[in-house]
């Protein structure tokens, strides 16, 4: 059973307008929630994090929000820009697991110009 | 500063064969990692590793052997290479309580992995 899941395979938006990529958990044990971006035939990077304690973090474009009682988390990327085509990946971990994290299956975004 | 350094990137194996991977890292990190990511899923954890000396198993171990014998290096073997171990396997390192203090994890570029 998937603990953390990214529902929609893909995701196409204009150039500069919002994309919003969404992530949902079901382990109530999990607490610290994080966004990689991958590009093609590269590792991913680390985008953005969140605690548990707070509901939203932000980071230049990138804002990630956190509603615990749904178990549900977003980012939102404003403007979107072509080279942020990519797969996101959303993860997460329990603090008394500490460092293990748990992915979901990933999210292609797609950026027209 | 390489980061997280793979190698091979590419390799195709038969069947029964056995081959090392090689995680190298040059940030210090306490902690690493080694996943593989399939088609449709996420990545899953194969083992990790605390420290030099010490591994623990993760989500899906078996058919995996791993040691880290030099703090900078983390190695991932397959005694006898199975079909569905084809793959694209990362590597990853951070520090030693990498989320509490917000620091995160570090992939390198992955090594894929076709067994015919």
């Given at each position: 059973?998937?603990?953390?899941?990214?529902?929609?395979?893909?995701?196409?938006?204009?150039?500069?307008?919002?994309?919003?990529?969404n992530?949902?958990?079901?382990?109530?044990?999990?607490?610290?929630?994080?966004?990689?971006?991958?590009?093609?035939?590269?590792?991913?990077?680390?985008?953005?994090?969140?605690?548990?304690?707070?509901?939203k973090?932000?980071?230049?474009?990138?804002?990630?929000?956190l509603?615990?009682?749904?178990?549900?988390?977003?980012?939102?990327?404003?403007?979107?820009?072509?080279?942020d085509?990519?797969?996101?990946?959303?993860?997460?971990?329990a603090?008394?697991?500490?460092?293990?994290?748990?992915?979901?299956?990933?999210?292609?975004?797609?950026?027209?110009? | 500063?390489?980061?997280?350094?793979?190698?091979?990137?590419?390799?195709?194996?038969?069947?029964?064969?056995?081959?090392?991977?090689?995680?190298?890292?040059?940030?210090?990190?306490?902690?690493?990692?080694?996943?593989?990511?399939?088609?449709?899923?996420?990545?899953?954890?194969?083992?990790?590793?605390?420290?030099?000396?010490?591994?623990?198993?993760?989500?899906?171990?078996?058919?995996?052997?791993?040691?880290?014998?030099?703090?900078?290096?983390?190695?991932?073997?397959?005694?006898?290479?199975?079909?569905?171990?084809?793959?694209?396997?990362?590597?990853?390192?951070?520090?030693?309580?990498?989320?509490?203090?917000?620091?995160?994890?570090?992939?390198?570029?992955?090594?894929?992995?076709?067994?015919?």
């Open positions: 059973d998937q603990q953390v899941k990214q529902n929609s395979p893909s995701l196409s938006v204009q150039e500069g307008r919002i994309s919003i990529l992530c949902d958990y079901t382990n109530s044990m999990f607490d610290y929630f994080l966004w990689y971006k991958k590009y093609p035939a590269e590792g991913p990077t680390f985008l953005i994090s969140i605690s548990s304690i707070k509901d973090n932000e980071d230049g474009r990138f804002t990630v929000f509603n615990k009682s749904a178990k549900h988390l977003s980012l939102h990327i404003v403007p979107s820009q072509p080279g085509s990519a797969v996101y990946f959303c993860a997460a971990s603090g008394e697991y500490g460092n293990k994290l748990v992915f979901g299956a990933g999210t292609i975004l797609r950026v027209k110009s | 500063n390489a980061g997280v350094t793979q190698t091979p990137k590419f390799r195709v194996l038969k069947t029964g064969q056995s081959m090392t991977l090689l995680c190298a890292q040059d940030m210090n990190h306490e902690y690493m990692y080694w996943y593989r990511q399939d088609p449709g899923m996420g990545l899953r954890l194969i083992h990790y590793s605390v420290g030099e000396g010490t591994t623990a198993k993760g989500e899906v171990p078996d058919g995996y052997n791993v040691s880290r014998l030099k703090k900078q290096n983390f190695l991932l073997g397959l005694e006898s290479a199975a079909p569905s171990q084809t793959s694209v396997y990362f590597c990853a390192s951070s520090y030693g309580q990498g989320l509490v203090l917000g620091q995160p994890q570090h992939f390198g570029d992955g090594t894929r992995l076709s067994i015919l």
